[in-house]
């Protein structure tokens, strides 16, 4: 059963950090897509940064350019988005997902949530000015 664990939200002060984590169980990484996702009450979920393996690429949501990065960590069965310079815009409770199989590119995923196939559950990041 593929299951996806997420963790690390919390509060923080504008300028601050945070990285949050997500555990994987059921299956193994690569050759995926990976990525992260938020949202906010009232908005359509935004696609922040994913990863695929059929173009390589990373695939950054303009808003968060430079302050946000998406890692992984194989062994662990574990990715992670490091966030710095957090600004309370980007309040939001936040999601992980996966494609098991990647059939499109990275910037597909992330505008296209409906194309991940699992997703984990949500962990809050509250940023205050």
């Known amino acids: 059963e593929v299951q996806l664990q997420a963790s690390g939200g919390g509060s923080v002060q504008a300028g601050g950090s945070l990285r949050l984590s997500c555990a994987a169980s059921?299956?193994?990484?690569?050759?995926?897509?990976i990525g992260w996702f938020r949202q906010t009450p009232g908005k359509e979920r935004e696609g922040v940064s994913c990863?695929?393996?059929?173009?390589?690429?990373?695939f950054y949501a303009d808003s968060v350019k430079g302050r946000f990065a998406i890692s992984s960590d194989n062994a662990k069965n574990t990715m992670y988005l490091h966030m710095h310079s957090l600004k309370p815009e980007d309040t939001a409770v936040y999601y992980c997902a996966v494609a098991l199989v990647a059939n499109y590119a990275s910037s597909y995923y992330c505008q296209h949530s409906g194309s991940m196939d699992y997703w984990g559950k949500g962990t809050l990041v509250t940023v205050s000015s």
């Open positions: 990863i695929s393996d059929l173009d390589g690429r990373t």
């Open positions: 059921g299956f193994a990484f690569g050759d995926r897509a």
